[in-house]
């Protein structure tokens, strides 16, 4: 199949004018942690969150074309969605941009890892590693009484979409880029760093009962659980111990 068929149109995207500020607030908005940036519909470059949200008050003048990446790796819609998906694992990023083709940079589209995961997963792709345990990640977590304003500056630091919540040794929960950005947390945790406002609790916001994994749980059905549940992190776990986390390409790259 090829990445024409199962890409999103039309793509999210800035243009390389655009303010700084302006950036800021879609990442604050949408739970992605890059944006492809433009110029006349050309792709130029690519901006992340942590180019974005570490942007100090002095320097709110900036243009988004101050804070990109012109190092891109893009795919094309005639290219092979396991080849895309091999170039993601590869480069460590969820979202690909797709440009026309590849002497034509025109944005047309963007490739997700949840995009080839279904493709894999539909075809009967065979993964090349067994079990959760060979490619989930080492745990990183938060407990229930953490403040969100805590857990928000632990996610914009990492590249994870989210963190299970611990209660007692336990997993209770998880709390997601998403649960924050959706219930307008972002802008309050900021606050709350300042001093201007008190943060809630992680309890507040989290998702209960958390769906997790065990860590000897097959890369396949781990996939399909992402995949039904539209789940972009599972917790690992052995028992009641958790062991790791697994995120969407953690679970991809055992394909590749």
């Known amino acids: 199949m090829k990445t024409g068929d199962v890409m999103s149109t039309p793509p999210l995207s800035l243009d390389e004018n655009d303010p700084a500020t ?21 792709l130029v470059g690519i901006v992340t969150r942590t180019d974005v949200l570490r942007i100090t008050s002095s320097r709110s003048n900036l243009r988004v074309s101050g804070v990109m990446s012109t190092s891109v790796i893009t795919t094309h819609p005639g290219e092979e969605v396991e080849e895309a998906g091999e170039k993601m694992v590869r480069a460590g990023v969820e979202h690909l941009p797709v440009v026309a ?12 890892a949840r995009d080839v995961m279904r493709v894999l997963v539909e075809q009967g792709r065979k993964p090349l590693k067994s079990t959760v345990a060979q490619v989930m990640r080492p745990p990183e977590y938060c407990t229930h009484q953490d403040t969100v304003s805590r857990v928000w500056g632990r996610l914009q630091e990492s590249e994870l979409p989210g963190m299970p919540v611990l209660k007692n040794g336990r997993v209770v929960g998880v709390i997601t880029r998403s649960d924050i950005i959706s219930r307008g947390r972002a802008r309050l945790s900021l606050e709350d760093e300042k001093g201007r406002k008190r943060s809630p609790r992680v309890e507040r916001l989290m998702t209960t009962p958390a769906v997790v994994v065990d860590a000897q749980e097959g890369v396949l059905e781990a996939a399909k659980l992402m995949l039904e549940r539209d789940i972009s992190m599972l917790p690992v776990v052995s028992g009641e111990e958790l062991r790791g986390v697994a995120d969407r390409l953690s679970i991809l790259s055992a394909w590749f």
């Open 22 to 42: 302006k950036a800021r607030a879609m990442f604050r908005e949408f739970p992605y942690r890059s944006f492809p940036v433009v110029s006349d519909s050309k």
């Open 101 to 112: 083709s590849p002497e034509d940079s025109t944005l047309v589209g963007m490739l997700s």
